[in-house]
């Protein structure tokens, strides 16, 4: 079996696997589809090692094999991949603070226990039992593999500043920031405007509900001085993942405005620190999200409040993800999320 790994800068390899078995408390799982992530991208670029696990961390599939543990998991089902729930057990936990879960944080991030040699960009994968969830039946294996990153997006929103009514920007037309953006709809924002300097993203973050989509520079800052009479935006949502663009987030928003940092920059950025304290932005940074919230925002997108199908712009084999990458990491690509069929 080969699985397709960035081994460094710009540099993809299909490596050979033993063909994957359970372990006791594992799982595996045949691999439907299985998304391209902005964080493959920056690893794509940037040549960062991350654990081999995170290469390929929103897949969708079907279990094919159970360990002799598991008992809420049955051959034959539909799953998609999550982040382990709280054990109950570690520092946080006991503390009440389950959300802060460290075993849960280390599956997310590829270091648990029974974290596996590669990702989803494989036409099988053995996980932690605890690590699938069952698929909602109303969603196809396409919409499937997009909950993950439709969950990041649900669990910045929710753990951000928005109040009802708010002018809402959303930075990046990509889509964790088309997910942002709808879910900051559903939360009650009044007025939401997309900077993007895409047009065919700006006008499909339009079609997703968007009211307004805005190139960033000029024409972003007079929009959202016009909206909100000068005073700018009630809370922005940085998106784009660059660190650029932290600073800019700050300055679009209004004295007492909020902040919410969703995209990861692989360099630093630099800000004025001046700005923020003249300002006085109220900032919440997001990371991943929590088991409950990816059983909500499945829900959501399966009751059609929150819509992930449009994004999906083409599908690959594993021979071409390596070509997707370079496009997606080009800087000029029309894709928004590329999904790996690793049966082709």
Same mark, same amino acid.
Request: proline share 5%; hydrophobic share 40%; aromatic share 6%.
């Given at each position: 079996m080969y699985a397709a790994l960035i081994t460094g800068t710009e540099t993809v390899e299909l490596r050979e696997f033993p063909d994957p078995v359970p372990a006791d408390r594992g799982v595996v799982v045949d691999i439907a589809f299985c998304g391209i992530c902005g964080t493959d991208i920056h690893a794509y670029q940037s040549g960062r090692e991350y654990n081999p696990a995170i290469c390929g961390h929103e897949w969708s599939g079907t279990v094919s094999a159970i360990g002799s543990d598991v008992k809420r998991i049955d051959e034959g089902d539909r799953v998609v991949v999550s982040i382990a729930a709280a054990c109950g057990a570690c520092s946080a936990c006991r503390q009440g603070q389950s959300g802060y879960c460290q075993q849960a944080f280390l599956s997310a991030v590829g270091r648990d226990a029974l974290a596996p040699p590669h990702g989803g960009f494989a036409s099988r994968i053995a996980v932690a039992a605890?690590?699938?969830t069952r698929t909602d039946s109303g969603l196809t294996d396409e919409q499937a593999a997009q909950v993950e990153p439709a969950t990041v997006a649900f669990h910045a929103v929710r753990n951000s500043a928005l109040r009802l009514g708010d002018v809402a920007v959303i930075q990046g037309g990509?889509?964790? /920031?088309? /997910? &942002?953006?709808?879910?900051v709809r559903a939360g009650g924002a009044g007025n939401v405007i997309v900077v993007e300097p895409n047009p065919q993203r700006r006008e499909l973050a339009t079609r997703l509900g968007a009211h307004h989509a805005v190139e960033p520079g000029s024409a972003a800052d007079e929009l959202i001085k016009e909206l909100t009479h000068g005073l700018g935006a009630d809370i922005v949502y940085e998106c784009v993942g660059r660190g650029f663009a932290v600073q800019s987030a700050v300055d679009l928003a209004r004295r007492g405005g909020a902040m919410c940092l969703v995209g990861l920059p692989h360099e630093e950025a630099p800000i004025t620190v001046g700005t923020w304290l003249v300002k006085e932005i109220r900032t919440t940074s997001s990371l991943a999200y929590v088991r409950e919230e990816f059983e909500m925002a499945m829900g959501m997108i399966a009751d059609g409040r929150?819509?992930?199908?449009?994004?999906?712009?083409? &599908?690959v084999?594993?021979?071409?993800?390596? +070509?997707?990458? +370079?496009?997606? +990491?080009? /800087?000029t690509s029309d894709q928004i999320k590329v999904l790996v069929d690793p049966n082709l």
């Open positions: 605890d690590r699938v990509g889509p964790i /920031g088309l /997910g &942002t953006m709808q879910w929150v819509q992930v199908e449009p994004m999906h712009s083409s &599908t084999g594993l021979d071409g993800f390596e +070509a997707a990458l +370079a496009d997606l +990491a080009s /800087g």
